[in-house]
């Protein structure tokens, strides 16, 4: 079936670095990906859709400028954690449908991110 | 976005049917009515869908009420890998459409 890839899944920065999160679909294309987040005992949070070729949209109170988006290929979607601090620590996942296959969406295995 | 109540937790008996309830008071025509699941440290993964008619596949059945503002899914027979958080949710069709997911059911499998 289906598979989206991230990568990496764990990291763990220091405050004020940048950290850049992949999103891969393997085996179909997806010109439209998404990014939440998730933190501990709390459902997945909606940060922003990703469309491939132009700007992602981004859900209220998501900063554009912390969480870069960029979905340069069909196949590709990053999410790029800018200076980074302690409370951005959290769980990060994408999903990603197959536009020629069915309803259902695939997830990424998520990211673990910690900032120190 | 119409929204979706579930309960916060259940519990179930390995071996045994488990019936997850979502209630969808104010969903639209054009609703599907999606279950996802999500094991601990792991991304969601998609159970089963459906619009009107009951669906089964080979993880769950979808019972969809006749005037869909609810729906049941049912595991036939739980193991202890079913042990998740369940997530019932609507979406319009479409592959641009998001998932938005609620706080959905922690299922807790006893041996």
């Given at each position: 079936?289906?598979?989206?890839?991230?990568?990496?899944?764990?990291?763990?920065?220091?405050?004020?670095?940048?950290?850049?999160?992949?999103?891969?679909?393997?085996?179909?294309?997806?010109?439209?990906?998404f990014?939440?987040?998730?933190?501990?005992?709390?459902s997945?949070?909606?940060?922003?859709?990703?469309?491939?070729?132009?700007?992602?949209?981004?859900e209220?109170g998501?900063?554009?400028?912390?969480?870069l988006?960029?979905?340069?290929?069909l196949?590709?979607s990053?999410?790029?954690?800018?200076?980074?601090?302690?409370?951005?620590?959290?769980?990060?996942?994408?999903?990603?449908?197959?536009?020629?296959?069915?309803?259902?969406?695939?997830?990424?295995?998520?990211?673990?991110l910690?900032?120190? | 976005?119409?929204?979706?109540?579930?309960?916060?937790?259940?519990?179930?008996?390995?071996?045994?049917?488990?019936?997850?309830?979502?209630?969808?008071s104010?969903?639209?025509?054009?609703?599907?009515?999606?279950?996802?699941?999500?094991?601990?440290?792991?991304?969601?993964?998609?159970?089963?869908?459906?619009?009107?008619?009951?669906?089964?596949?080979?993880?769950?059945?979808?019972a969809?009420?006749?005037?869909?503002?609810s729906?049941?899914?049912?595991?036939?027979?739980?193991?202890?890998?079913?042990?998740?958080?369940y997530?019932?949710?609507l979406?319009?069709?479409?592959?641009?459409?998001?998932?938005?997911?609620?706080?959905?059911t922690?299922l807790?499998?006893?041996?």
């Open positions: 079936g289906a598979v989206v890839s991230q990568h990496p899944s764990r990291v763990i920065c220091k405050s004020g670095t940048s950290v850049k999160i992949e999103c891969r679909s393997l085996d179909f294309q997806a010109t439209t990906m990014w939440y987040r998730q933190f501990p005992k709390q997945l949070m909606l940060m922003a859709t990703s469309n491939e070729g132009s700007k992602a949209t981004y209220q998501v900063e554009k400028d912390k969480f988006i960029n979905h340069a290929s196949t590709l990053t999410l790029t954690v800018t200076s980074a601090h302690p409370e951005d620590s959290s769980f990060y996942i994408c999903s990603a449908r197959d536009q020629g296959g069915t309803s259902e969406a695939f997830f990424g295995q998520g990211t673990r910690t900032v120190v | 976005d119409a929204k979706t109540t579930q309960p916060n937790s259940m519990e179930s008996n390995e071996e045994e049917p488990v019936h997850l309830p979502c209630n969808h104010t969903i639209s025509g054009t609703d599907y009515i999606h279950w996802y699941r999500q094991l601990p440290s792991q991304g969601p993964e998609y159970v089963i869908h459906g619009l009107t008619s009951n669906v089964n596949n080979r993880m769950a059945s979808l969809i009420a006749e005037d869909r503002k729906s049941t899914l049912i595991l036939h027979r739980a193991t202890l890998r079913d042990a998740a958080v997530y019932c949710i979406r319009k069709w479409g592959a641009t459409n998001k998932l938005i997911f609620g706080t959905g922690l807790a499998v006893q041996p």
